[in-house]
Antibody
Framework: EVQLLESGGDLVQPGGSLRLSCAAS????????MNWVRQAPGKGLEWVSI????????YYADSVKGRFTISRDNSKNTLYLQMNSLRAEDTAIYFC???????????????WGQGTLVTVSS | DIQMTQSPPTLSASVGDRVTITCRAS??????LAWYQQRPGKAPKLLIH???SLESGVPSRFSGSGSGTEFTLIISSLQADDFATYHC?????????FGQGTRLE
């Protein structure tokens, strides 16, 4: 079955760090660019970051640039998001999403995980 | 960043109704627009890409149209399963951006 399964969401204090993981199955992981998209409680969707299939291209939203790092391990079919210097406004459900091309261009999301909740609060 | 504005924010409808949701971009995005359906407590699901191309497995009662700055999602005959929130997304420019969503109730 083609699926994405996120993990790692938790309650963390402002200024803290967290690492999210996304395990992919049912497709050739390295053939696809992967993203993180988040949704704050009761709000709309916000794209966070993308990494191409080969890890050669990486982009971030301005709101997380310099604090978050996206990476992938194609041998483990796993996507990661290292989140540092977390702020209250980073509180959201974080979705792992697939882009139907290897390259990080004309990016849409054809497969979504169920999401993992990150809460930043003291 | 490209601003995406959906209208209406909330839409009241009944089973069997024809429903139209509009999405406007702050500048031209050609046809680089996608529509997603999100049921409560669930992840979004891609319905339409390139403004009018239906994803595999999506019922034909869903259709999309438009180009440039104005786009529409039409549900020709609303089914019980369709009560959800719908999001548009532009993907011509980085950062890709979403509309604020239209809740169909």
């Amino acid at each position: 079955e083609v699926q994405l399964l996120e993990s790692g969401g938790d309650l963390v204090q402002p200024g803290g760090s967290l690492r999210l993981s996304c395990a992919a199955s049912g497709f050739t992981f390295s053939n696809y660019a992967m993203n993180w998209v988040r949704q704050a409680p009761g709000k709309g969707l916000e794209w966070v970051s993308i990494i191409s299939g080969s890890s050669g291209s990486i982009y971030y939203a301005d709101s997380v640039k310099g604090r978050f790092t996206i990476s992938r391990d194609n041998s483990k079919n796993t996507l990661y998001l290292q989140m540092n210097s977390l702020r209250a406004e980073d509180t959201a459900i974080y979705f792992c999403t697939r882009h139907p091309l290897e390259a990080a261009t004309i990016v849409r999301f054809d497969l979504w995980g169920q999401g993992t909740l990150v809460t930043v609060s003291s | 960043d490209i601003q995406m504005t959906q209208s209406p924010p909330t839409l009241s409808a009944s089973v069997g109704d024809r429903v139209t949701i509009t999405c406007r971009a702050s500048q031209s995005i050609d046809t680089w627009l996608a529509w997603y359906q999100q049921r409560p407590g669930k992840a979004p699901k891609l319905l339409i890409h390139k403004a009018s191309s239906l994803e595999s497995g999506v019922p034909s009662r869903f259709s999309g149209s438009g180009s440039g700055t104005e786009f529409t999602l039409i549900i020709s005959s609303l089914q019980a399963d369709d009560f959800a929130t719908y999001h548009c997304q532009q993907y011509k420019y980085y950062p890709v951006t979403f509309g604020q969503g239209t809740r169909l109730e």
